[in-house]
């Protein structure tokens, strides 16, 4: 069993839909969750960071991170096609070695005008 | 310019071959990492510094050699290419132990 769990879609929504990204995890260890998201042919960028349990809210993306059912989730908002990409979840914590960043498979997402 | 810079950004080399893909960052970043990323797996870690000479395995290390004589420079050798290699390969930065990793462009890798 992979440490995250995130199912790879792909996930086509029409433009103007909420969005909801998931992924769940093994090691209870993990203190800080992230989104990155990734065009195509590029490397991941930044897009939230958490640390612990709680909500995140920056624009129209929104982060939930719920450390009790080891499940996070990212809502996006009034989706747009320029949020078509794929989306990874990641995390990291104090005994994953160096805090070694662990990724999920990634979520494909199209959002059609 | 500033940033992290891969290269190169395409190759394509025959089984049995070495080939270096290289890693360069201009922020003295202390940690560095190499991740290989293909269909249904995602990212994975192949090895990561902590600092100059200091290297250590990630998740999928066996085939791969690392270096980091300089803070900056953070190159990924195939000794010995296999087709089992073809992959996307990443290289990112990190200033601290925790925080934002940085991601290059990718180095995309074919072994025939």
């Known amino acids: 069993q992979k440490e995250v769990e995130q199912d790879p879609g792909p996930l086509s929504v029409p433009e103007g839909a909420i969005v909801s990204l998931n992924c769940t995890y093994s090691?209870?260890?993990?203190?800080?969750f992230m989104w990155y998201r990734q065009y195509s042919r590029k490397g991941p960028e930044l897009l939230m960071y958490t640390y612990s349990s709680g909500n995140k809210e920056d624009g129209r993306f929104t982060a939930q991170v719920d450390k009790s059912s080891k499940y996070i989730s990212l809502f996006i908002r009034d989706s747009q096609p320029s949020d078509s990409a794929t989306y990874l979840c990641a995390m990291s914590g104090a005994n994953t070695g160096g805090f070694k960043t662990i990724f999920g498979a990634g979520t494909r997402l199209f959002v059609k005008a | 310019d500033a940033g992290i810079t891969q290269s190169p950004r395409y190759k394509i080399t025959e089984t049995g071959r070495q080939v270096t893909l290289m890693c360069h960052q201009t922020w003295s970043h202390s940690y560095m990492f190499w991740y290989r990323q293909d269909l249904g797996h995602g990212l994975r870690l192949i090895y990561y510094s902590a600092a100059a000479d200091i290297t250590d395995k990630g998740e999928v290390p066996d085939g791969y050699v690392v270096s980091r004589s300089k803070t900056e420079n953070f190159p990924l050798t195939l000794e010995s290419a296999t087709r089992s290699q073809t992959s996307v390969y990443f290289c990112?930065?990190?200033?601290?132990?925790?925080?934002?990793?940085?991601f290059g462009e990718g180095s995309r890798l074919t072994v025939l």
């Open positions: 090691n209870s260890a993990f203190q800080y």
């Open positions: 990112a930065s990190r200033a601290g132990v925790t925080g934002e990793l940085f």
